[in-house]
């Protein structure tokens, strides 16, 4: 079991906006307004990520080019180019000034992405210069039945074959159960703190005690101002993947500066 450590893991709260807001002028709305709300030069304590739909990245990167919130993507093309209609690569995300991208998100998975998929994802944003958000989580169903550890921890197993262990200094994971995204069902602060040592323990596995000492893994699925500090008070927990609380300047402050 992972035990308390020597590493000071910068925290990260990282908003992914999905499809949202409706227009252009909504998301650079919203873009200013956390800008307004958070400062240019305050955040220094942790990283700040918002993630809008691709149309937006270009406009909402530079409505933020002067503060210290960086942008992410929602997803990418495991392919750097080519005959691949309606995908976006990694290159072309990191032109408009993303940073970093999703991989895996459980309603992509939903969709039909493979733990294949995924890991093709996340070792093609390394290779472009971006910093992969591993999603992973399970279902209230595998919950029930006992898998959750060994569904979670294989599907990051999976997500970071062939990734070496300096590669991973860039890499962050994201635990999401399913069951409490967009369900107003929040896991425990205990079980959320339980599921990210079980990562943590997984990475140790994989590389080494170190590396995973060294890896911020967040949790996601409903997390809101009221209830961010009990999580971060989870020592394996080292910020959070927000939904619908990112999609107000007021809640995703609250995020920000709740811990």
Same mark, same amino acid.
């Given at each position: 079991?992972?035990?308390?450590?020597?590493?000071?893991?910068?925290?990260?709260?990282?908003?992914?906006?999905?499809?949202?807001?409706?227009?252009?002028?909504?998301?650079?709305?919203?873009?200013?307004?956390?800008?307004?709300?958070?400062?240019?030069?305050?955040?220094?304590?942790?990283d700040v990520i918002v993630i809008p739909p691709t149309p937006f990245? @270009?406009?909402? @990167?530079?409505?933020?080019?002067?503060?210290?919130?960086?942008?992410?993507?929602?997803?990418? @093309?495991?392919?750097?180019?080519?005959?691949?209609?309606?995908?976006?690569?990694?290159?072309?995300?990191?032109?408009?000034?993303?940073?970093?991208?999703?991989?895996?998100?459980?309603?992509?998975?939903?969709?039909?992405?493979?733990?294949?998929?995924?890991?093709?994802?996340?070792?093609?944003?390394?290779?472009?210069?971006?910093?992969?958000?591993?999603?992973?989580?399970?279902?209230?169903?595998?919950?029930?039945?006992?898998?959750?550890?060994?569904?979670?921890?294989?599907?990051?197993?999976?997500?970071?074959?062939?990734?070496?262990?300096?590669?991973?200094?860039?890499?962050?994971?994201?635990?999401?159960p399913v069951w409490a995204i967009g369900t107003g069902m929040t896991?425990?602060?205990?079980?959320?703190?339980?599921?990210?040592?079980?990562?943590?323990?997984?990475?140790?596995?994989?590389?080494?005690?170190?590396?995973?000492?060294?890896?911020?893994?967040?949790?996601?699925? @409903?997390?809101?101002?009221?209830?961010?500090?009990?999580?971060?008070?989870?020592?394996?927990?080292?910020?959070?993947?927000?939904?619908?609380?990112?999609?107000?300047?007021?809640?995703?402050?609250?995020?920000?500066?709740?811990?």
């Amino acid at each position: 079991m992972s035990e308390t450590n020597d590493h000071e893991r910068r925290p990260v709260i990282a908003g992914n906006w999905k499809m949202n807001p409706r227009d252009l002028e909504s998301a650079g709305d919203l873009a200013e307004g956390i800008a307004s709300k958070l400062g240019y030069d305050e955040i220094v304590d942790k990283d700040v990520i918002v993630i809008p739909p691709t149309p937006f990245i @270009s406009d909402v @990167s530079q409505i933020l080019e002067l503060s210290n919130i960086q942008v992410g993507a929602q997803a990418m @093309s495991p392919e750097n180019g080519g005959a691949h209609t309606g995908e976006v690569s990694g290159k072309m995300l990191k032109s408009v000034g993303a940073t970093h991208v999703l991989a895996g998100h459980s309603e992509r998975r939903t969709g039909g992405e493979t733990d294949v998929m995924v890991n093709a994802q996340v070792r093609t944003a390394l290779d472009q210069s971006l910093r992969p958000i591993l999603c992973v989580g399970e279902e209230l169903n595998v919950r029930e039945a006992g898998d959750a550890v060994h569904t979670v921890c294989a599907q990051v197993a999976a997500g970071l074959k062939g990734v070496t262990a300096e590669q991973m200094t860039e890499v962050i994971v994201a635990y999401e159960p399913v069951w409490a995204i967009g369900t107003g069902m929040t896991a425990s602060p205990e079980d959320a703190g339980s599921m990210t040592e079980s990562i943590r323990d997984q990475i140790s596995l994989l590389y080494g005690e170190d590396v995973a000492q060294a890896t911020r893994i967040l949790y996601g699925g @409903s997390v809101k101002p009221s209830n961010i500090g009990e999580l971060m008070k989870q020592k394996d927990v080292d910020g959070a993947l927000v939904g619908g609380a990112s999609l107000k300047a007021e809640s995703f402050e609250g995020l920000v500066k709740g811990f």
